[in-house]
Each structure stands twice: as structure tokens, then as C-alpha cells.
């Protein structure tokens, strides 16, 4: 019996690491949306302020990106001002 010939590809660190963080990153958002989830289903006053929070979020994520790069670093300079 003929064994195969295993084709090797050249991968970069970089392509490695970014595989790395998805994984992590997915796994973590998971985590996270089901404890957002338990929270909401034990505290109804937190399940309405997460989402007005996120409509909020929504709401200057649409704005951020109908803006000029000019305008967007203008709005996060003027927001800075408050943090």
C-alpha cells in the first residue's frame, strides 16, 4: 500500500495568531451573551436598560459611519472631552 504524500503549507505567525483570537474572541462573546441572557431573565429593569443601551450603541455606530474620516475623529475628540 502507497502512502500519501503530505503537502505542507507555509503559514505565517500572523495567520496563526489572528485564527487564535477568532477562536478566543467567538468563544468569549458566547460566554457573554448567555450571561447577558441569565441576567436579563433574573432582572427585568436590567433586560430594558441593556436594551436601550444597545439601541443606543446602534444608533452612534450608523451615525460613526455616515461620517467623513475628518468629521468621525472630530465627534470621538469632542466625546473624549467627557470621559
Given at each position: ?33 448567555g ?31 455616515n ?17
Amino acid at each position: 500500500m502507497a502512502k500519501k504524500k503530505i503537502k505542507y503549507v507555509k503559514v505565517s505567525e500572523g495567520i496563526v495568531d489572528k485564527l487564535i483570537h477568532k477562536v478566543f474572541d467567538a468563544a468569549l462573546k458566547k460566554q457573554y451573551k448567555g450571561v447577558l441572557k441569565k441576567l436579563s431573565k433574573q432582572d427585568p429593569k436590567f433586560a430594558k436598560d441593556y436594551k436601550i443601551m444597545m439601541k443606543a450603541a446602534d444608533s452612534m455606530e450608523k451615525t460613526l459611519k455616515n461620517m467623513s474620516p475628518d468629521e468621525r475623529e472630530e465627534y470621538k475628540a469632542d466625546l473624549m472631552k467627557y470621559v
